[in-house]
DNA sequence: CGAGGAGTTGAAGCAGGTCAAGCGCTGTGG
DNA sequence: CCACAGCGCTTGACCTGCTTCAACTCCTCG
């Protein structure tokens, strides 16, 4: 990356925002178009149906990027939330073209991240359309195990769980009701342990098996 | 767009392929990088679980492209089929970045083809999360249905069917004999008629409530 | 000390899955 | 030119994974 780059990067980085745990800060429909870079905290996007029922969409963690395509759309196609407290980079989306135009290492970066969340929602749709219940909840926590350790933010086998059950319900496409029951029947085998805000997966070669999942969707990327 | 861009466009072009029905041109895990303009036909992108079922992930209809990104992963994350005879632009995907690098209008283009494929990929996930069957299907049909009225392969109400009850059960995370019974069902209250490989949308408005279907995911995009 | 959010558990019902059989077309080979 | 194999579709019967409703616990915070 040339200084230049490097420079422009921290430059977006400039206007930071925070965030309060619970707060929509992307609404469906908003036509007000911002691309916002994750500093800190997690975030979901979701959209809402008539009767209030939820779908989380995916979630996104420290480093990723909210809105990278914003400026082609009218209105946002979905509604993003903070998980916890955020610390949030607001980048005008026009400096995001101009990314593209100017930087060419930047702009494969950009790229980059797009192949990535594709992949990712990609998986979210195997999950939701073909896996049962206990192997969807153990696809997603490896999901975000593996994320977190690409980007340094992994204790051990211990996953951070800023969600609540009906967070994970609304990701998985299940009940409230049933995902606490899968939840209970993946500790009860011994695969994973339980405790206020984490969950530490304890044989991560079973829970692979069981969910059926393929690491290199998160891995296997480069610029 | 300039005379340039024109013909670059038309260039990448050049180089076209036929595919049977049903022949896989991507193979998961393939690390041979390849981008692909749809010219003519029906494809679908899908993964396949180990006991061999399927999820498809989304349709590729004329004009579409597909491995937009695919420079940025070491390897294919899904397989692609044709569901029809296909002509496809087989196009080096270095192109794609010598495109964001040289033309600007032309990389804009791009990028709103994948905030487009971001949005349809998003409908798929509440589709597979959050939705009951009858509901799935009309949400599906009317996506195709407003997709190709978009590119102008739209003959009134009569939307073209491809794809066998099978694919449509792979698509909506529904198995086939639930599929067929919901396509009875819609057929039966009047919603749609079915002929050999054409589905008539007898009353759209009372399909976009059934399926909380929101166009704007489809048309709400400019450069 | 009381209210409200998060988690847990039981009981009952249902949407959708699975198994199985049969129909009708189409293509192919004897 | 007919026979039969195979695929796509349809329907019936039964089963189960998940939802819904409801109640209760625990924890936190005012």
């Given at each position: 990356?040339?200084?230049?780059?490097?420079?422009?990067?921290?430059?977006?980085?400039?206007?930071?925002?925070d965030?309060?745990?619970?707060?929509d800060?992307v609404?469906?429909g908003?036509?007000?178009?911002?691309t916002f870079?994750?500093?800190?905290?997690?975030?979901?996007?979701?959209?809402?149906?008539r009767?209030?029922?939820?779908?989380?969409?995916?979630y996104?963690?420290?480093?990723?990027?909210?809105?990278?395509?914003?400026?082609?759309?009218?209105?946002a196609?979905?509604?993003?939330?903070a998980?916890?407290?955020?610390?949030?980079?607001?980048?005008?989306?026009?400096?995001i073209l101009?990314?593209?135009?100017?930087?060419?290492?930047?702009?494969?970066?950009?790229?980059?991240?797009?192949?990535?969340?594709?992949?990712?929602?990609?998986?979210?749709?195997?999950r939701?359309?073909?896996?049962?219940?206990?192997?969807?909840l153990?696809?997603?926590?490896?999901?975000?195990?593996?994320?977190?350790?690409?980007?340094?933010?992994?204790?051990?086998?211990?996953?951070?769980?800023?969600?609540?059950?009906?967070?994970?319900a609304?990701?998985?496409g299940?009940?409230?009701?049933?995902?606490?029951r899968?939840?209970?029947?993946?500790?009860?085998?011994?695969?994973?342990?339980?405790s206020k805000?984490?969950?530490?997966?304890?044989?991560i070669?079973?829970?692979?098996?069981?969910?059926?999942?393929?690491?290199?969707?998160?891995?296997?990327?480069?610029?």
């Open positions: 990356m040339s200084q230049e780059e490097i420079e422009f990067l921290e430059g977006l980085q400039n206007n930071t925002v965030v309060e745990p619970g707060v800060f609404v469906e908003d036509d007000r178009k911002m870079i994750l500093i800190d905290g997690w975030s979901i996007r979701y959209t809402t149906l009767d209030g029922r939820r779908q989380i969409l995916s996104a963690l420290p480093g990723d990027i909210l809105g990278l395509h914003i400026n082609f759309a009218a209105q196609t979905y509604s993003a939330a998980m916890n407290a955020l610390k949030l980079a607001v980048v005008d989306p026009r400096r101009e990314i593209n135009q100017k930087f060419p290492i930047l702009a494969s970066g950009l790229s980059w991240c797009t192949a990535r969340e594709f992949a990712i929602l990609g998986d979210q749709a195997v939701l359309g073909r896996l049962p219940a206990k192997a969807r153990a696809h997603l926590l490896l999901e975000l195990w593996h994320r977190l350790e690409l980007i340094g933010h992994n204790d051990g086998k211990w996953l951070e769980m800023p969600m609540t059950q009906n967070d994970l609304d990701t998985l299940l009940s409230l009701v049933h995902t606490n899968s939840l209970a029947e993946l500790r009860k085998s011994g695969l994973i342990t339980v805000s984490h969950i530490k997966l304890e044989n070669a079973d829970l692979v098996h069981l969910a059926e999942f393929n690491p290199d969707h998160l891995t296997e990327f480069s610029i």
